[in-house]
Structure formats: structure tokens, C-alpha cells
């Protein structure tokens, strides 16, 4: 369960260019729910992932998963706790190290020991079945270098390694944002099949607004760092991708009002 309270975040403090990223924000996901968001640039959604992942520290306000204050925890306790997929496909893995040995790091996530220790006969198994789920023969190819695959395969080992050690909350960036159409399918295929078998909280920034109504229980919308929509259940099924633009435009009219 995560739970953001009165979290504001402000940039260049005290200078002409001072803006306000997040404020104020109140945000509740309860345990194996999948939260889609949307919104137009700067509208706040890098800014409340990086909070989340304590890439940076709000002005005010708390952030707790299962109870636990994310801002004070170690980097290697946060890391147990949270999966995260970026937008780039090649900076969730290590391109000079091989396959077998990017998911030798993932699964020593949040514990202090070496990657060798991790490459067992038992683990290579445990690699091939993973690798196996995601249908694109990688199961196979454990000893090449993960600099030698292609985008999409890059991103589904990135998403598998994120989700490897079954963390609390999955964080994922725009993470097909960078592939094509065919590509960007199969991996939302897979994310799909990974938070629906696993049931873990996830949180996926989205600019693609059928993704955003085709996948999750609860859909958000930010602008100027607020929420400015929340739906779910029925409400969320009735909304088209129609409505979704209305509502960007009415946002928009209102801001420069």
C-alpha cells in the first residue's frame, strides 16, 4: 500500500525561475492495484516517479509503502522494495555484461553480495524459465551480451529483472514510449501478464491514451502538479479516448485563464 500525504516539490527555490513540480499532492494505492497516469509535459508525473523512487526528496509531505517512510530508508532497502522500468531501453541494463549476469544483479536487488555468487546451475534453470515467458527465444542465450539485443528485448529483460524479486511496487516510465508499435504491444503483453500473476502495486506513466483506458483498475490525469482526475472501476470502463482529449483541452483552457 502507498501513500503519498501533502507532498509538495518546488524547483529553484528563490529564484525568478522557481516552480512548483508537485503540490500538495494526496495519492492512496492500495495492495495489487494498477494505476495508469497521463498528462501533458510538465505536468508533474516524472516528478512524482522520481519522488517515489527517491531519486529526489519532496519540500512537505510523506511518502510510506506498507507503513514504512520511503524518504528515510537506505538506497539498498528501497531497491528491494521497488521494481522500476525506465523509458530508455538501455538504461535498465548493463550492455557490457551478459544476460545470465544482468539477472544475477536483479535477483541480488537489496542485498549486499557479488554477482558471481548468484550464477548457480539453479539459477541458470530459474533464468531460462523466466526468460522463457517472455517468447523470444532469449532463453537460449544466456551468455550473449545484453548490448547485442534489440530494443524491445532489452526493455522485456529490463521489466523481467524489475519484477524478479516480486518488489511491492512497480514503477514504469514511459516504458514502451521508445518502441515501435509491434514491439511496444508485445512488451505491454508481457507487463500485463507479470502485475496480473504477481498482484503487485503498480504505478505506469503513460502517453498513450488507449494503454492508459486499455490497461489498470484506476486512471489518473495530472496537470500544474495536481490531480486533476481520478477514476476507476465503471467510471474508468465508460471513458473513451474522446473524452480523455476533452479533458485535455478543458485543463488547458482553464490554465490560461
Do not use: W
Amino acid at each position: 500500500m502507498l501513500t503519498l500525504s501533502q507532498v509538495t516539490l518546488r524547483f529553484f527555490h528563490g529564484t525568478i525561475n522557481q516552480k512548483t513540480a508537485l503540490e500538495e499532492i494526496f495519492l492512496h494505492i492500495p495492495d495489487g492495484q494498477f494505476v495508469t497516469v497521463i498528462g501533458g509535459n510538465g505536468a508533474g508525473k516524472s516528478s512524482l516517479m522520481q519522488l517515489i523512487a527517491g531519486t529526489c526528496l519532496p519540500d512537505s509531505g510523506t511518502i510510506e509503502l506498507d507503513g514504512q517512510n520511503l524518504l528515510t530508508l537506505s538506497e539498498h532497502k528501497r531497491a528491494s522494495l521497488l521494481g522500476r522500468v525506465f523509458q530508455d531501453p538501455m538504461q535498465g541494463s548493463a550492455s557490457d555484461l551478459t544476460l545470465e549476469e544482468n539477472l544475477s544483479l536483479a535477483m541480488l536487488r537489496g542485498q549486499k553480495h557479488r554477482c558471481r555468487g548468484a550464477l548457480t546451475a539453479d539459477n541458470r534453470m530459474l533464468f531460462k524459465r523466466l526468460l522463457s515467458r517472455l517468447e523470444l527465444g532469449l532463453e537460449e542465450r544466456l551468455t550473449t551480451k545484453v548490448g547485442l539485443l534489440s530494443g524491445g528485448q532489452r526493455q522485456a529483460i529490463t521489466l523481467l529483472m524489475a519484477v524478479m524479486k516480486e518488489p511491492r511496487l512497480l514503477l514504469l516510465d514511459e516504458h514502451t514510449a521508445a518502441l515501435d508499435p509491434k514491439t511496444a504491444a508485445t512488451v505491454m503483453k508481457i507487463t500485463e501478464e507479470f502485475v496480473h500473476d504477481s498482484q503487485f502495486s503498480t504505478l505506469m506513466i503513460t502517453h498513450n491514451l488507449r494503454d492508459a483506458l486499455r490497461y489498470g483498475q484506476r486512471l489518473i490525469m495530472m496537470s500544474d502538479g495536481k490531480i486533476v482526475m481520478d477514476v476507476s472501476g465503471e467510471e474508468k470502463r465508460k471513458l473513451t479516448v474522446e473524452r480523455l482529449f476533452m479533458a485535455f483541452a478543458q485543463d488547458e483552457g482553464r490554465a490560461a485563464t
